[in-house]
């Protein structure tokens, strides 16, 4: 917390606006829409699921339709396309910034356009913060007229070409879970492109309520909509937002200067100057044959010393849970997952953290 929080979670009681809607859920959306620039409206929601959910339904995707989708990733990506009965179908990273490869994309389009079944919305995730290959996904997406989707849920404050990750696609979504680079608790948004699509998209979020005086509904809807004492917390949290970005960025500067030396161990950066990552988490990749350990064994190193590390995100293909799902690709993916792992990357990381990092690790090499 930035310390500022608490001011406007108070201002929400003095005013007894304790309800999924009022002032503070205006003003963090103002402040989102403000900080994203470009032509965006967003609502704010319960979570950042949530808004991939709604994103999904607004997108047309049905019972039985097929929706392309990151396989490296967290679980909340591809979750929400079976709440819509629709079937994921999943597409592998490519090694620059370890996200939708492009090629593996058209060729999944073109195998299914061929079986006669167009896929109906592309998820894309910029994973880590670090951003996609936007331009060539945008261009593939465009090519052939389908829905993308942005999960920016860890990608707040980082861009491409100066552009903001979430004001890409047709839907971009944002989360502010516990753990994401600002938090409301729980939360999350969904970044549109006009009033009329926000609009319906709060509409299916407070319960689908026709305009009539008693309660009227044609549609089903989701209680999916923020409350006004977590968008207090919010407000707050915007203004050391990008605080928080530049002490990730310094985490990641850390571990690029401490590793810098080090054969064998490679720190997951930026391929080039378009790519501007917030560094939610800091990763680097394990060549056992020259470090003579595994990513496993360093995270055991550091866990007998009580640091927490973690293995990157098991790709969605390998999941037990999608194991009947379509992919395509190589084995991308799955080799960062068997070589990668998360090191401590909080925004309150201090010096002497850094130094005890510093010496668990070393002992090791
Ligand atoms: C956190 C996260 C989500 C889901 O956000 P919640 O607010 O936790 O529902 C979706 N996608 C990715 C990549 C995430 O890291």
Redesign the pocket.
């Known amino acids: 917390m930035g310390g500022t929080e608490q001011k406007y979670v108070q201002e929400a009681f003095e005013t007894n606006w304790i309800a999924p809607l009022g002032p503070h859920v205006n003003g963090f959306e103002l402040d989102l829409k403000e900080y994203l620039k470009e032509d965006t409206e967003v609502a704010c929601l319960s ?3 949530a808004a ?1 959910h709604l994103a999904l339904i607004l997108a047309g995707v049905k019972s039985k339709d097929e929706v392309l989708c990151q396989s490296f ?2 679980s ?2 591809a979750n929400p396309i079976t709440y819509q009965g629709a079937k994921p179908i999943f597409i592998d990273s490519e090694k620059d910034t370890w996200n939708m490869c492009p090629v593996a994309l058209e060729e999944a389009i073109l195998a299914r356009i061929a079986a006669g079944k167009k896929p109906k919305a592309i998820i894309v ?1 910029h ?1 880590y913060g670090m951003p996609a290959k936007i331009d060539e996904i945008l261009k593939i997406a465009k090519k052939y007229s389908i829905v993308l989707i942005e ?1 920016s ?2 990608a707040l404050g980082s861009t491409y070409k100066g552009q903001k990750c979430g004001t890409f696609g047709d839907f971009g979504i944002l ?3 516990g753990n ?1 680079i600002i938090t409301t608790s ?1 939360g ?1 948004a969904l970044v549109t492109k006009n009033l009329e699509i926000k609009a319906k998209a709060v509409f299916l979020a407070t319960q689908a309520r026709d305009n009539a005086p008693h309660y009227q509904h044609s549609q089903i809807g989701y209680n999916y909509r923020m409350s006004n004492v977590l968008a207090g917390i919010g407000i707050g949290q915007m203004e050391v937002l990008d605080k928080h970005v530049e002490l990730r960025r310094k985490n990641h500067q850390f571990y690029e200067s401490f590793f810098n030396d080090v054969a064998g161990v490679t720190v997951f950066k930026e391929p080039t100057r378009d790519f501007f990552s917030n560094h939610w988490l800091s990763c680097i990749i394990i060549d056992s044959k020259i470090t003579g350990f595994t990513s496993e064994e360093l995270r055991l190193k550091l866990e007998k010393d009580n640091i927490e590390s973690r293995p990157l995100w098991k790709p969605m293909h390998l999941q037990p849970v999608f194991k009947d799902c379509q992919y395509f690709g190589g084995n991308v993916a799955e080799t960062l997952f068997e070589t990668g792992l998360c090191l401590p990357s909080g925004s309150n990381l201090t010096d002497i953290d850094r130094e005890r990092i510093s010496k668990s690790i070393r002992e090791i090499l």
């Open positions: 979570s950042g699921t991939l990733t967290f909340a990506s995730v994973l999960d849920a860890e989360s502010f879970n994401k729980g999350g």
